[in-house]
């Protein structure tokens, strides 16, 4: 026990440059102290005090602001920075050397049985106010950028942006032309505006070339006026030297 608690406190001074001192540590790290109080919940959870153990985790969230079902399961050298907001849900598995950013949510995507949140493989880094979700697997040493949404399995080591979240670079190339600054992450309603646009400049296009062929040919019906549709409602109107008018609506 001693032993992950100096791991722990050893694994926050290597990741975070804010970390001043072991005192410091102990006594202003949030998501240190949601780790260290899961360890125990979990422990409960296994050994049938489940009820206990659930009670207990929400006491530590009101206290950090951090909420790990005690079902999940966690490994060595995990780091929550910040931790404000960050949720795990019960069948998360998380592996060793995992680094997650304040605001993320491994969750699940319904009301289905058995596994359905994340794992994280060893040395995965999710950033700020990212979700992970549904029973998917994020591969060893893999990115998932800030706000990012991921849905579908990631390969090891790759990062992923985007909503929904999409691989740019595999084995350190990049898969797009995309900057992982925050003002350049892909807009999926942009994106679709601009879809929509192509489609209507293409049916322009055409529409244009057809009248052009049709004026050639002499045919004036593609783009002749249309007919006044008035007898279509059986109106009718006459006049005797502009002094009458009626009209039969049947």
Not at 3 to 22: H, Y
Not at 161 to 179: C, L
Request: proline residues 4%; charged residues 25%.
């Amino acid at each position: 026990m001693f032993t992950l608690i100096a791991e722990d406190i050893r694994t926050v001074k290597e990741r975070d440059p804010a970390a001043m001192s072991t005192l410091s540590v102990l006594l202003n790290y949030p998501g240190l102290h949601a780790i260290w109080w899961h360890r125990v919940n979990h422990w409960l959870w296994k050994h049938g005090r489940r009820g206990f153990s659930r009670w207990l985790s929400q006491e530590v969230r009101f206290m950090t602001g951090v909420e790990i079902h005690p079902g999940a399961t966690v490994g060595r050298r995990f780091f929550i920075d910040h931790g404000m907001g960050v949720v795990i849900g019960e069948t998360s598995v998380i592996k060793d050397d995992v680094t997650i950013y304040q605001g993320v949510t491994l969750g699940g995507t319904g009301k289905e049985r058995g596994k359905r949140h994340p794992t994280l493989e060893d040395c995965v880094v999710v950033g700020v106010g990212a979700a992970v979700l549904g029973d998917i697997t994020v591969g060893a040493g893999s990115r998932v950028g800030g706000g990012a949404v991921v849905v579908r399995e990631v390969p090891p080591n790759c990062t992923v942006v985007g909503i929904p979240g999409r691989v740019v670079v595999r084995e350190g190339e990049r898969v797009e032309a995309v900057d992982l600054h925050h003002e350049d992450l892909p807009d999926p309603v942009i994106e679709m505006f601009q879809v929509i646009q192509r489609r209507v400049d293409r049916l322009e296009a055409r529409l244009a070339q057809d009248e052009g062929w049709a004026r050639e040919q002499g045919d004036s019906s593609l783009f002749a006026a249309p007919e006044d549709s008035s007898s279509d409602f059986g109106v009718s109107s006459s006049s005797d030297d502009g002094a009458s008018a009626s009209c039969d609506i049947g």
